[in-house]
Every structure is written in structure tokens, then in C-alpha cells.
């Protein structure tokens, strides 16, 4: 059975697309050899800056016949049916055969299809896998109409057996396939003609080439801690890095070069950006100090001079790099500890629009400081340090560091912060208040940063939904889902209880405030005070509305006080939905958090985490299972009693009444339960809440066991019912058992 | 075919070896626009002449100014005027790379030394609405070059596609001559009977344009020009296809364009003096660029542009 080698060399392919289009390209030809009916051993795709490579193993020389019987129309149909039918299948009328089936004479066609030369289908599904190749962005050259990533210079396709090769000859645009490939552009550039993969592969390594992407990244990884290692320093891991870098090489040579000792002292994180960023270098450190001293850069090839050149133009390219970053460095502490200092940044901030609903960014900081003074003592934190690191953690925004690194922005703050002499608690609060960035970001544990943190989280969810600019489908352009999980996350995993709601109506109101003109100063700021006086958005806004003077209660405040109530709602449920999505992750039912976001004081996110996963937790014992089962029964009796009845049973049982020891000895285990669950739900603790809770399964069942509920004795069955009741509102206090699915 | 290129040893003996080169490679050798722009892509030559079915080939030098790097002469790599060599085919050779790279080595890049790398780097123009594909060319860990394939400029696709080089003359030319501040740089032969350093013939002009770009440019008139232009530009290309005087088809593409060129120039003014709001910032390029496109519009509506008369 014969092999199959394919290489598709182009110019420089981007690193970052590399591995993907060597996985498509395996993908692509594959399946449509499948789909041919060419079957294979194996099958195995490379790539390199200029070159796809896919070698199969072990294909079918041909395709097998095929035979195919097809049901055609009735005998006596109309000619043209027939004929449509004939040409369908290819065939002629005396071809056909009829036969007799219960619903007449019918015509059924077998069509033959021969066996197909493998290196005919192999060239057609070569040509369709380059024409629909799925590049994330392809072009045209010259004057064709190919699509490629970068220009597509030629086409190896053979297949090679025992007795010797042959070139599938296709031509796509002009593109010509042949049995030729090149080495390395600078140290072996002249055309090599193979035969098999094997001979490819050897031919390419004397040509300068290592055709795997995880050879070459495997070759930079060892030479580079090699060297470094024979230096006394280790390299700083950068797996995305590596990666790319293994991607622009086809010959990797290791290099490690020196930073100038006037960049020495630069923090860490801007050398290593710097390097990373700008010039793809690896930052090299002493393991004794912390500190990054040298950096590894990875050329494409070996040079007379052992590489001397290209290090001295690296290290040349770097020092004018990181003047750049020393200048910027320089400058910005020169700024921060002026007498202005960093309040000079955020005056200029002023100048730059966060959204043009909501403001400038300075705006924003100001709305961010005013609601972590707020969050302060619900975290622990100082008010007026919080406020004090909300203003502060993004003045670095107008740095000119960050300017050129945005993704220092808050480190570079920290930084700044400490220089200015600001308080340790202030300078981690300017790093850490974005966090966490993603889902295995860490949440920040230090009070004051927490409460910044929050704050800049919950002020962008609520000033989106203040303008009705929230997330839809996949579209979520400020990053809107993740702030809210930040919001999760940093309250759960800091075990912080906290009731959202005020938070969020207050910072609704001042969001509503920036964006509508019509909303006066003043009266925002009043309404916010009754906020946190009252607790609740109707009883605040109601009093502000009773001071107004005659003519005051304009629209837009009338609007406000329309519109809040329902956004703050839609926005809390937006929460629980990331929530639910939070706790899916962690195994937790999507019914088991919809019990207990049915709960009152669902606001505060802690709380309800809790609730739900002791209820998870005791769903999953046997006993927790089978309360909810009689507890539906309980329910579904009591409910359509009630229906039945017109009435509520809701009090009244009395043992008195009670018949037999099963309904006796319900009444004990809800004394016994109530007991134990309000005072443990009043502790929020609810472990031991709902183990009371499960505990009734045993009574209950053996209640349903022994008695009839629906007694003829009206007296009876009142009682009974009402017994129910209790079952219903006992356990209703631990969460919405109705919402559990089974 | 050439000798074995001398290594230059001064900024224009670069500049000269890039022209001969292109010179012997078949481009028209042209001049610089004489206006001020942004990058030698907003010359005509490469922005009209990228668009239609016309083949093109052009090099050329164009002094480039980019008011908010200005650093008064002071930054070893940041002036806000410098120079770009441009070199625009289309339809692009299938061996551009190779020609490219021979470029190199007539300014005296010994390939077997150095570690010539194309990196990834796509293109955009968001004021002239156009992108491409292609690279910056890395020497040794240094851009020294911007290559890029062509895909759509004005808001139409190329066809056939131009192949565009854009060498930073400056820091090439540092790089070859080793030097580490540009205004050290040699600018004619330093054996010269009068030899001039680059701080000799721009020092000075960089201080004169930081100080009036930052701080000094009247912003009310930089915005009133910006205006103008952008009026002006609309009403050339209102004027009907036929010429009134001469009953001749004359589109004036080109005097359309330079309205264009104008009003991004005193965008980029604006923009040093900081007046520009982030969220406003979009606005102005949004302008630029309805401009930019009206007069692709029209350019492919000339002869140059590919227009004929039996199509039409």
C-alpha cells in the first residue's frame, strides 16, 4: 500500500497559525480520502514558517467498486419521469430492471461505480482541501484569484511505494504539483527532490529544516536552560512564547545575550514585556536575586561568527528598547513623586472618554471611589482608604509607560503608588483592583483591594445597564459576563457576606446620573444617602420625592425612579445566571442553585453559595434523595387540596387528631426539626439546616406508608393536610424544594 | 550582473543604493509627493496607483512627518520627520521576497551573518481604508522593513494585488552604519570636504516642529484647514466627469486626493496638540476615511485607474 506525502511552501506562515493549519490540512485531505473510499494507516501533519507538510501511511492504491441499487419510478410512469431517472443514474432504459412490489411494478437501477486510481482522488481532494483551506485570514497575490495566508509557491504531492514514486499531478491556479521542496531560505535554499517522507524528512534536517514544530520548541527550550544553567541562571517559562518562537524558526539556534547594566534596575515585569513584547526574547534571571539579567533570543540559523552579528544587533535593538522603557520609568517617577504627583494623571484623565454615555474616565474613577468608601466597612477596609485607592488605581492610565505597555497597567500604578509614598495597601490596591482577569485569575484577598475591585466591577455592570448596553448572545464588547464573575469570585472566595441590592441601586442611580443630564448633582447625591439610610431604592426615592419643590420632579427623575427597581432586578438575575454557570463548573445542579436563588436575601451571593451546596450536598445522600420525593408528594397533595378546596392549610395540626403512631411520630420529627433548622438558619448554617431537614425523610415516608391523607373524616384529613403544611413550610425554609428537578 | 555592493558608509549612500537597485529591477524611480504626509503609502503613487487593473511600479523616497513623535531632536530613534522608501508593484512578482531581499544586500546586509526574519505583521489603514497581509522584516532582531500584499484600499479589493516595501530610512541606515544616535548619523560621505551629520540638517527643524506641533500650532486654524479641506475635497469630486472647457472626461482624482492628504495631515496636527478626545479620535479618522474612499471611487473611474472607454 503506497504513502501519500504532501508539502504546501509559502512564504511565512504566522507563527500563531501554524499548528492549527497543520491539524486542518491533516483534517481536510483525510476526510475527503475517507469520504472516497481511501482508507489509510496513518496519518501524521507538520509545519514550519514555510511549509504544511502531511504524510499518510499505508493508503489504498485504489478505491473499491461500489455498487449502488437505486428505487426509481413506477414502470408505467410518465416517459419524462423515466428519462429524469435514467439521467440521474446514468444509465439506459434497458438497463433498469422491473420489479413486482405491493404497490406495483417499480424500476430500481444499479449503478456500478468502478474503483478509483488513488491518485485521482488524492488530487482532487488536494485541490478542494487548498481552495477551502479555513485560514483565519487568507489573501490573493499577484494577479490570481488563490486564496492562501501568504503566497503559495509550490505543491509536493507523491506517492511513493517499494517499487519507487510518483508525482499526483494537479495544478490549482497555475500551481503545478511536483516531487521538490527547498531547504532553508538562507542556508540551503536550492530545490531537493524526494521520494518518500522518510527521505523528505532526512533531506530536509540536511537542509537545515526540523520539520516538528515540537522538536524545534523542544531543542529551544534545552539549549536555552543549558546555557543558562552553565551561567548560574534559569529561564523565565513562557510556554506562549516558546511556541511562537518555535514557529518562526525552521533552524533554531539559541543565543544569550547581555542587558545593558543601566536597564538593570527597570522593575522586572517591564523588562520582561519589554523583551517579550518587542523583540520575542526570553528573559533570563539570577535564581539568588530575582532579578533578570540576561535574555535568550532564538535565531534562524547558524552563522561564520557563531552568531557574534546577530547577538551584538539584538542586543543593540534591546538597549534602544528598553532606553525607551527607562526614559518612560524615569519620567513617570519624576511625575508621581512631584508635588502634584499622581493626581496629575488623573486630572488628565478628564480629558479621555470612558463611554460617551458614561463619562470620562476620571468620572468613572470618581463613581469607583465613591462606592469602595462605600463597600469599605462591608469588608473590612478603611472608607477613606478605599476611597483613597480608588482614585489612585488608575492614574497610570496616563502614564507614559503604560501608554506603550497597556499590559502593565495597575502593576505600573503599584509602582508609582509605593514611589509616591503612598500606603502599601493603596499601591496593591492599583494592581490588584482588575483582578481577576479570567477564570483561574487569583481574586484579591487585601481588604482595601477587595473593595476596589468590587467597586470597579460593580460600577461598569451597573453603568452598562444604566444605558441599556448589556451583553446579547455572544456579543459582550465590555467584557460584561466577566466582571460579574470577578464580582462572584471575589466575594465567595473571600467568604464575604454582603447584601448587593443597595449597592447596586445606589450605583445604578449614580450611573444614571452621569449619563442623564437632566438628573441634577444634588439630587442624585441625595437619593444615594437614602439609599444606604433606607436600604431599599423605593422607600429612599420616595423621600427625596416628598423634599422636592414643586416643579423638581422632572422626567428624568420620575424615569429614574421607574427604571431603577426593574434594572436592578434584571442586573441581580444576570448575576445569578453567571452565578449558576460559577457552580455548574463546581458540579452544583442548575435546580439546586434555582431553589435557592428562590430565597429571600438571594442577594447576597455568599449566602447563597452556601445554601446551595449543602443542598447539594445533602441531595446527594440517600436520605436527602428520598425527603425530596415525599416532600413533592406532600406538596402535590397539599397544593391540589387546596386547589380543590379553595382554602390554604397553613396551621392548625393537631396531634389530637392524629390516628396511627406514623402520624404520631411526624408530629415529634417536625417539633424536633423545626427546633433544630430556625436556629441554625438563623446562624446560616445551613449544613446542619438541611441534615435536620433530611432527617424527616424517615417520618415522612413512613407517614405516606401508613395513613390515607384524604380520610372520609373531614376532621381527619384537615388535620392531616395541615400536617402537611408543615411539612412544606418547614422545609420551604431551607430553599425552594418545588424547584428540584425529580 | 553588479559588483559586489561597496558598504556605505553615509544615510544618502544607502538612499542611492536603494534607488539604483529598484532602478535596475524595473521601477520608475519618482519623486517625493510634495505634501505633507504621514507615510510614503499616502503618496499617489502608491494609494491610487495600488487600485484598478493597471500594472505599476514605482519606487521612491517620501519624507514622512509624524507630529506626535517629535522628541526634539533629543530620543536616539523618534523624530516627527524622517524619511521612508516605498516600493509599490502590482501585480506583485512571484519573487518579491528574493528581490527584497537582494535590496538588503545592496545596502551592504551581508546575508550570511545576519538573521533575517519575516514576522507576522497585517496592515492597516484606518484613514485610508485600506489593509493588507504581510510582515515586518526583522535584521537581527530589528523592524526593518514593512512588507505587505495589498487587499483592499478606499474600500475597493486589489486586483490584481500590489506587493508594498516600506524601509524606515532612518533606522536602516543606522543600523548599517552602526550608529546609536540618528543625529550622529553621517549624512553625506564623512570624508567629505564639508562633512554633514543628520543633527546638521534636522536638529534644528525638530526643535522648530516639536515645539510648534505640541504647543504652538493654532488648533482653531488646524481645524478650520481640516474643514476646509474636507469641504473641498466633496465639491472636486461634484464637479461632473466632463470637462466644461475642454468637453474632455477629466475626474479630478487627484486634486480630490490632495484635499484628503491635506485634512489627515491636520488631523495628525490636531492630534499632537491634544486636542483630540479618545471617543472624537474615531470621528476624525472616520472623516479622513469617507474622504480616502470618494477618491478611490473616482481614481478607479480614470484611465490610470483602469477605466476604458469600450468598457464604460
Known sequence: MPDLLIELFSEEIPARMQTRAAEDLKKLVTNGLVEAGLTYGSAAAFSTPRRLTLAVGDMLAASPRTVEERKGPKADAPEKAIEGFLRGAGLTRDQLEERDTPKGKILFAKIEKPGRAASEIVAEVLEQSIRNFPWPKSMRWGSGSLRWVRPLHSILCIMSAEDGAEVVALDVDGITSGDETRGHRFLAPEAIKVTSFEDYAAKLKRAFVVL??????????????NIAFANGLEVVEDTGLLAEVAGLVEYPVVLMGQIADDF????????QTSMKEHQKFFSVRNPKTGQIERFITVANRTTADNGATILAGNEKVLSARLADAKFFWENDLRTATSNEGMSAWVKSLENVTFHNKLGTQAELIERMALLSADLAPMVGADADEAARAARLAKADLSSEMVYEFPELQGLMGSYYAKAAGESDAVAAAAKEHYAPLGPSDDVPTAAVSVAVALAEKIDKLTGFWAI?????????????RRAA????????????????????????????GQSNGDLKTDLIRDLVEEIAEHGVFGAAFKTVKERLAEGEYNDAFKELGEQVPDKSVDLLGFLHDRLKVYLRDQGVRHDIIDACIAMEGNDDLTLLVKRARALSETLSTDDGENLIQGFKRANNILTQAEAADGVEYSYGADIKFAEVDEEKALFAALDKAEAAIAPAMAAQDFITAMSAMAALRGPIDAFFDAVQVNSDNGTVRRNRLNLLSRIR?????????????? | MSEKPQTPRSFQAIILALQNYWAQHGCAILQPYDMEVGAGT?????????????????????????????RYGENPNRLQHYYQYQVLIKPSPPNLQELYLGSLEAIGINMDLHDIRFVEDDWESPTLGAWGLGWEVWCDGMEVSQFTYFQQVGGHDCAPVSGELTYGLERLAMYVLGVDHVMDMPFNDPDALIPLTYRDVFKQTEEEYARWNFDTANTEVLLRQFEEAEAHCKVILEQPATDPKTGKRIIMAHPAYDQCIKASHMFNLLDARGVISVTERQAYIGRVRALSKMCADAFVQTRAGGWSEDAA
Not at chain 1, 264 to 271: D, H, I, K, S, T
Not at chain 2, 55 to 64: D, E, G, K, L, R
Request: include cysteine.
Open chain 1, 264 to 271: 538593570l534596575g527597570l522593575p522586572p515585569e517591564v523588562l
Open chain 2, 42 to 70: 499616502f503618496h499617489p503613487a502608491t494609494t491610487l496607483r495600488s487600485l484598478g487593473s493597471q500594472p505599476w511600479a514605482a519606487a521612491y523616497v517620501q519624507p514622512s512627518r509624524r507630529p506626535t513623535d517629535g
Open chain 1, 729 to 742: 413550610t418547614t422545609c420551604s425554609s431551607v430553599a425552594d424544594l418545588t424547584r428540584i428537578d425529580g
Open chain 1, 485 to 512: 464573575l470577578g464580582v462572584i469570585r471575589i466575594l465567595v472566595e473571600n467568604d464575604i457576606s454582603l447584601r448587593m441590592d443597595r449597592f447596586i441601586d445606589a450605583q445604578l442611580v449614580r450611573n444614571k
Open chain 1, 468 to 480: 441599556d448596553e448589556k451583553p446579547t448572545g455572544s456579543k459582550d464588547p465590555f467584557a460584561l
Open chain 1, 212 to 225: 516538528s514544530a515540537e522538536e524545534r520548541a523542544e531543542t529551544i527550550w534545552n539549549d536555552a536552560i
